[in-house]
């Protein structure tokens, strides 16, 4: 969704649209692949995953708001992306 480069499901971290901790609307990490309604998949980097909110990708993938916010999934890249390092 960000970069648009194919690759196996697997590789990718699918997103929904959910509730954040706060019970606000927003785009939520489901790495299991089993939270239910339109889901979209977006490379699990930071690189992968400001080119989506650059472009206002998920808010046009999952068919809601556009201004829903994506720091569940920031987060959620990030936290991956530090145990990688280590």
């Known amino acids: 969704m960000g970069c648009r480069l194919r690759a196996a499901k697997r590789e990718l971290l699918?997103?929904?649209a959910?509730?954040?901790a706060g019970?606000?609307?927003a785009v939520v990490p489901d790495p299991t692949?089993?939270?239910p309604g339109r889901g979209a998949h977006v490379h699990p980097t930071a690189?992968?995953?400001e080119l989506a909110v650059r472009r206002r990708a998920?808010?046009?993938a999952l068919r809601a708001d556009p201004g829903l916010?994506?720091?569940p999934v920031r987060d959620h890249v990030a936290a991956a992306q530090r145990a990688r390092e280590q």
Request: glycine letters at 14%; aromatic letters at 10%.
């Open 14 to 16: 699918r997103v929904t």
């Open 18 to 20: 959910g509730s954040d």
């Open 23 to 25: 019970g606000h609307p």
């Open 33 to 35: 692949a089993t939270a």
């Open 47 to 49: 690189e992968c995953y």
């Open 58 to 60: 998920f808010g046009r």
């Open 69 to 71: 916010s994506s720091v």
